[in-house]
Nanobody, 119 residues
Framework: QVQLVESGGGTVQPGGSLRLSCAAS????????MGWYRQAPGKQRELVAA??????TNYTHSVKGRFTISRDSAKKVYLQMNSLKPEDSAVYYC??????????????WGQGTQVTVSS
């Protein structure tokens, strides 16, 4: 099994910053990509940002220029969120796609961390 543990959520005022972290563990052979999704009440889960093993990044339009996704190892990913807006409030989920030690493909999700932007 593959486990993802997120941290770094919280409450911040508009214009503030937060940094989310996600660490993967388990019998992992390789991780091809990791990403961050978010889901606000009454809305569908949406991709916020993703990064491949090779370092290619992808962002949803609404966060471009404000959020930065990065990896400092094969199993850890961060989301630096600056200039936060109330509409960024949501539960943020980390996900990872790769292969387990048995070479079985996997897609795993973290438990989610709440981000609230409010004055």
């Amino acid at each position: 099994q593959v486990q993802l543990v997120e941290s770094g959520g919280g409450t911040v005022q508009p214009g503030g910053s937060l940094r989310l972290s996600c660490a993967a563990s388990g019998s992992i052979f390789s991780i091809d990509a990791m990403g961050w999704y978010r889901q606000a009440p009454g809305k569908q889960r949406e991709l916020v940002a993703a990064i491949t093993r090779g370092g290619t990044t992808n962002y949803t339009h609404s966060v471009k220029g404000r959020f930065t996704i990065s990896r400092d190892s094969a199993k850890k990913v961060y989301l630096q969120m600056n200039s936060l807006k109330p509409e960024d409030s949501a539960v943020y989920y980390c996900d990872a796609v790769g292969r387990m030690a048995t070479l079985t493909p996997f897609v795993s999700w973290g438990q989610g961390t709440q981000v609230t932007v409010s004055s």
